[in-house]
């Protein structure tokens, strides 16, 4: 019975995402156009291990960021000084521009730390390449675009169809080096890697059997009918005590027991179980598992949503976390492998060389856009 919560593989903004509709100050409107004719496209910001950051990839990093913060606020403009609603410890301005540099860095150190890693871009990666433009120029330019068709589509943008293609290129090193290091799947990762990881996200895993005690408008039956739903559960639990000294007998009859009766709507799309975090479920449920050991079963657990039964599972790279629809769910070896490697891409963001170019060392936002 998981809460209405979002989870999500986590790793570096990759490929081209364009703009929709492309002391205290006063809030105001921002425009881009004047803010990057300040500069040349092709002038360099700073450099990341001796690779250039331009002022077109810059510029569309900070104003794709500061957009969206414009554009959900409510009176359509930008307050440099405001709390970041994504970041409260920063001001706007200050969590625009980290979150500009961050990506910057992510591109660059991937794409220097691939020789490291052995990884260049074969004949299949130039035909995805290829596809991607070609699918682009058609999206931004119609039938029969052409490359100065496409090239004024991306100044639009204010990228240049180098920053474009190199976008493009890290995205498909990411993948490799994200494959090489640790699996597509997290196949890469040792057990004591995912048990670790487990162990540190306080993961937990169980099954149950869910006897609704809710009518049809969402309130809580009374009288008999919430009688019979107490005799069915607790007669349910006592076919499960009989055999839970008996761990594969246990799973066998909870299984039998669960596709039954268990009227969880959750059930179709997390038939092995709910794998998840604190916070993650409604607290009745949520102490009852986590006091459980491996195999063991609950009494039964009374919640807004009736009388649960709980088997305690172990958690393994293969529990389904999160289920997308039926050919994509994540795992514990998807989310391992994600943490792994931003620990190792952080790890290598920290060891970079980053030079400032004295004209954009100390630049703020406030100042590009003012």
């Not at 359509?76 to 860095?105: F, H, I, L, R």
């Not at 609704?212 to 559960?233: I, N, P, Y």
């Amino acid at each position: 019975m998981k809460r209405n919560t979002t989870a999500r593989i986590l790793a570096p903004m990759l490929g081209l995402s364009l703009l929709a509709g492309c002391g205290k100050t006063e809030p105001t409107v921002l425009d881009p156009d004047t803010a990057f004719a300040k500069h040349a496209a092709t002038d360099v910001v700073m450099t990341v291990n001796g690779t250039d950051v331009t002022w077109s990839e810059f510029f569309y990093r900070l104003y794709n960021i500061a957009y969206q913060i414009q554009y959900y606020d409510k009176d359509g403009k930008m307050d440099w000084t405001a709390n970041s609603t994504a970041s409260p410890e920063q001001t706007n301005a200050e969590y625009v521009w980290q979150t500009a540099v961050d990506s910057c860095m992510q591109f660059h150190v991937l794409s220097t730390k691939a020789a490291d890693l052995g990884i260049t871009l074969d004949a299949a990666d130039q035909e995805t390449l290829d596809a991607q433009l070609s699918s682009d120029m058609t999206k931004f330019c119609g039938e029969n675009p052409t490359d100065e068709a496409f090239d004024q589509a991306l100044s639009k943008m204010y990228l240049t169809r180098d920053v474009y293609d190199y976008f493009n290129e890290v995205g498909i090193i990411y993948d490799k080096a994200f494959a090489q290091t640790c699996g597509t799947r997290g196949e890469n990762l040792t057990d004591e890697d995912i048990q670790a990881f487990i162990d540190d996200e306080g993961y937990t895993t169980v099954k149950h059997i869910l006897i609704s005690t809710q009518t049809a408008d969402g309130s809580t039956m009374t009288g008999e009918d919430l009688a019979g739903k107490t005799a069915l559960a607790t007669l349910i639990l006592t076919q499960l005590q009989e055999v839970k000294d008996d761990p594969d007998a246990l799973c066998a009859k909870f299984d039998e027991l669960m596709n039954q009766y268990s009227e969880d709507t959750g059930l179709p799309y997390y038939p092995d179980g709910y794998t998840f975090k604190s916070g993650e479920m409604v607290e009745e449920f949520e102490t009852a598992a986590q006091g459980l050991d491996e195999y063991g079963l609950s009494d039964l657990v009374q919640t807004d949503y009736g009388y649960h039964i709980i088997l305690r599972l172990p958690t393994t790279r293969d529990s389904l976390v999160t289920y997308v629809d039926d050919s994509t769910g994540y795992t514990i070896g998807d989310y391992a492998s994600a943490s792994v490697f931003s620990r190792l891409l952080n790890s290598w963001i920290d060891e970079a060389d980053v030079t400032w170019s004295k004209d954009f060392k100390n630049l703020t936002p406030e100042k590009i856009f003012k």
